[in-house]
């Protein structure tokens, strides 16, 4: 029974070599670990050599720090360049600038605020007659120009006029199709029956409840009629 413990104790000891061989590892661990720590920036530049980027631009695109004051100064330049041309492309007469989300509008002239307020512009309701006819009221979007300015505008009613409020459609010269008073003292014309005019509802200004037309307050129409000339361009979007 004692010979069995003293060999089994035996065969559990490790010899001395062993254990220096542990304590080696581990102290090379530690040694390439502070290594691996204070030149970390030149491991990773080998790493980098090696290794595809991934397609990410912030990588892709990077400056070395003492080539980073003549980069800004490319960058600066580009900027100004780019800057010029956007400059360049501003109308020279003044022009108007109708945002349909929030419906409000600005009177310029080159990069200078003329005048800005609420507006009125399409529904996007749709209107129906049969399977033939359909109706979407829109403000159109897209560089626009002022046809023609009218003072004291009559307005000729459309057929969805007559289809909106269930009444039968006149013919073309019919006297119910001529209405006074309904587009206000200014009329400016942008495109086949879309106009830029004033309002008896002056309450829904700045709410999207037009066919399609942009309305105006008094003072802000008679601005901008007395401003745009025809050929002025409206930016709608």
């Given at each position: 029974?004692?010979?069995?413990?003293?060999?089994?104790?035996?065969?559990?000891?490790?010899?001395?070599?062993?254990?220096?061989?542990?304590?080696?590892?581990?102290?090379?661990?530690?040694?390439?670990?502070?290594?691996?720590?204070?030149?970390?920036?030149?491991?990773?530049?080998?790493?980098?050599?090696?290794?595809?980027?991934?397609?990410?631009?912030?990588?892709?695109?990077?400056?070395?720090?003492?080539?980073?004051?003549?980069?800004?100064?490319?960058?600066?330049?580009?900027?100004?360049?780019?800057?010029?041309?956007?400059?360049?492309?501003?109308?020279?007469?003044?022009?108007?600038?109708?945002?349909?989300?929030?419906?409000?509008?600005?009177?310029?002239?080159?990069?200078?605020?003329?005048?800005?307020?609420?507006?009125?512009?399409?529904?996007?309701?749709?209107?129906?007659?049969?399977?033939?006819?359909?109706?979407?009221f829109e403000?159109?979007?897209?560089?626009?120009?002022?046809?023609?300015?009218?003072v004291n505008?009559?307005?000729?009613?459309?057929?969805?006029?007559?289809?909106?409020?269930?009444?039968?459609?006149?013919?073309?010269?019919?006297?119910?199709?001529y209405e006074?008073?309904?587009?206000?003292?200014?009329?400016?014309?942008?495109?086949?029956?879309?106009?830029?005019?004033?309002?008896?509802?002056?309450?829904?200004?700045?709410?999207?409840?037009?066919?399609?037309?942009?309305?105006?307050?008094?003072?802000?129409?008679?601005?901008?009629?007395?401003?745009?000339?025809?050929?002025?361009?409206?930016?709608?979007?």
């Amino acid at each position: 029974m004692k010979e069995h413990l003293t060999t089994t104790y035996s065969q559990q000891r490790k010899p001395i070599w062993y254990i220096i061989l542990i304590l080696l590892a581990l102290a090379f661990s530690v040694l390439l670990a502070l290594i691996v720590v204070r030149r970390a920036g030149s491991i990773g530049e080998v790493v980098v050599r090696f290794v595809p980027l991934p397609e990410d631009p912030s990588l892709l695109n990077r400056v070395p720090v003492n080539e980073l004051s003549a980069y800004q100064i490319s960058i600066k330049k580009d900027i100004a360049v780019i800057q010029k041309k956007l400059h360049n492309l501003i109308p020279q007469q003044p022009y108007l600038i109708v945002n349909t989300t929030h419906n409000t509008f600005k009177l310029m002239q080159r990069d200078q605020l003329i005048r800005e307020g609420m507006c009125s512009t399409g529904s996007y309701t749709i209107l129906t007659k049969g399977d033939n006819k359909k109706w979407v009221f829109e403000t159109p979007r897209g560089m626009l120009k002022v046809r023609s300015k009218q003072v004291n505008p009559v307005w000729v009613r459309p057929d969805w006029a007559f289809i909106e409020e269930g009444l039968p459609v006149p013919s073309p010269r019919h006297p119910s199709r001529y209405e006074y008073g309904t587009l206000g003292q200014y009329k400016l014309e942008l495109k086949d029956g879309y106009l830029i005019h004033g309002t008896l509802y002056k309450r829904f200004l700045g709410m999207a409840v037009t066919h399609g037309c942009i309305r105006l307050g008094d003072d802000d129409l008679k601005a901008v009629y007395t401003t745009l000339k025809t050929g002025s361009n409206v930016f709608i979007y």
